[in-house]
């Protein structure tokens, strides 16, 4: 496995988080323009990237300990 230093994974724990809030907005526009599969799409993406950022979040957190 890579080692990855903090300030990293802080980094990419915050970019996952931005971009899942840009597959949020996403979801809201299609919802809006009745496309349901890119709306569908666009959700399932959003949750998996708000997932990953606080997955690292708790691996940031057990690291500092």
Do not use: W
């Not at 597959?23 to 998996?48: D, K, P, Q, R």
């Amino acid at each position: 496995m890579v080692k990855i230093n903090k300030n990293m994974k802080k980094i990419i724990r915050i970019l996952l988080q931005i971009t899942a809030m840009g597959h949020f907005i996403e979801f809201g526009f299609a919802i809006y323009e009745n496309a349901y599969i890119t709306a569908s799409l666009g959700l399932i993406f959003g949750v998996v990237e708000l997932t990953g950022g606080f997955i690292l979040l708790d691996e940031v957190k057990v690291s500092k300990k």
